[in-house]
């Protein structure tokens, strides 16, 4: 049985992709269930976590979201039987990688899979809806009547955001970073209910973020929007990257927090200068980060993390959620799939086997 490893680059070297020969052992553990891998999600490595958790591996399995059938089920496993359909995302620790024909993983981190919904579509959707989640639910403690600021709003985990807090009864104001983007989020509509656009405002920034601040302020009446949930931040001014031209300054964003606000970044190296800490405290305003691998990487809220991952299938077997489709590929395409991934050229990818 053959599976995708990582070989991490020496120094700056980038990182090596391997298929590798794995077996599983004769006998199941106590809680483990066998699945037959139907779809992998591939998301980028962070290399770094990993040795900040203390993970270092030869080889770090690759493919993480899986979705499948299971085979076998371990002498005390509660939750599942053979031939029932699951999803769900491998520990950072796992020693399978999810692109093998057949894993072996505990109960705890799966739950049972709609049979409407598609295997492809779960494995391809499921980090950015438990981001979603994450962000406006732990985090900015979303409730009906907010208002919400989605950083680039036709990415894949903005558009979940977006659908998750409509849902919930939040005003949505979304940036759009190309005119493409833009008609597609003014063309925004709820799969069932009354028709209305999702969104309350498409703000354009791919022209610059010098309108954003104005708009945001339009729409609330001067008060600001009670949420942020970015896609990372613009630093410095001298950056000129295109894709920092893309994200908003992180002046724009605490300008367009109201009083008592909540800034959710994904910026995992984010600098506030002493002027943004004061116009935090003068606002009561709070910074988060979000770390999508923190309810795997700690057990202490195990039972809420499998609430959320229930909660998130769910919602998208009813159409609540509506991911964009990924086109999936193949398992002799997954190595370069994953290589465009890591280079950060393409967002995700999902792999049917």
């Given at each position: 049985m053959k599976g995708l490893f990582c070989r991490a680059g020496v120094s700056d070297a980038q990182p090596k992709f391997v298929i590798q020969e794995m077996t599983l052992p004769d006998v199941l553990g106590s809680h483990q269930v066998r699945v037959q891998v139907k779809a992998c999600g591939l998301s980028p490595l962070d290399l770094k976590l990993?040795?900040?958790?203390?993970?270092?591996?030869?080889?770090?399995?690759?493919?993480?979201?899986?979705?499948?059938?299971?085979?076998?089920?371990?002498?005390?496993?509660?939750?599942?039987?053979?031939?029932?359909?699951?999803?769900?995302?491998?520990?950072?620790?796992?020693?399978?990688?999810?692109?093998c024909d057949v894993i072996d993983v505990d109960e705890h981190y799966l739950v049972q899979k709609p049979e409407k919904l598609s295997s492809v579509c779960v494995a391809s959707a499921l980090r950015d809806g438990l981001c979603a989640y994450t962000a406006l639910h732990t985090h900015a403690h979303m409730a009906a009547g907010h208002t919400l600021l989605v950083v680039d709003g036709a990415s894949s985990f903005g558009l979940m955001v977006t659908q998750l807090a409509c849902y919930h009864g939040v005003k949505v104001l979304t940036t759009?970073?190309?005119?493409?983007?833009?008609?597609?989020?003014?063309?925004?509509?709820?799969?069932v209910g009354v028709?209305?656009?999702?969104?309350a405002r498409v703000i354009p920034v791919y022209n610059g973020s010098s309108?954003?601040?104005?708009?945001?302020?339009e729409e609330t009446g001067g008060l600001g929007v009670d949420i942020v949930i970015d896609s990372g931040v613009h630093l410095l001014e001298e950056e000129e990257s295109e894709d920092m031209k893309l994200h908003l300054h992180k002046h724009d964003i605490i300008s367009a927090l109201a009083v008592g606000g909540h800034w959710v970044t994904s910026h995992q190296d984010l600098q506030l200068d002493p002027p943004d800490c004061r116009l935090l405290h003068l606002k009561s305003a709070s910074v988060s980060f979000l770390n999508p691998e923190v309810w795997t990487a700690s057990s202490a809220q195990q039972g809420r993390y499998l609430h959320i991952l229930k909660d998130i299938v769910e919602k998208m077997s009813t159409g609540v959620l509506r991911p964009q489709p990924e086109e999936a590929v193949s398992i002799y395409e997954a190595t370069v799939a994953m290589e465009t991934v890591q280079r950060r050229q393409k967002k995700k990818a999902v792999v049917q086997l």
């Open positions: 990993l040795a900040d958790v203390g993970i270092q591996r030869d080889l770090i399995p690759v493919g993480r979201e899986v979705a499948g059938v299971v085979l076998q089920v371990g002498p005390k496993v509660k939750f599942f039987q053979p031939e029932d359909e699951v999803v769900g995302v491998l520990p950072l620790d796992s020693p399978c990688s999810g692109l759009s970073h190309s005119p493409q983007n833009h008609t597609f989020l003014e063309q925004l509509r709820p799969s028709q209305d656009p999702l969104l309108e954003l601040l104005p708009l945001v302020l």
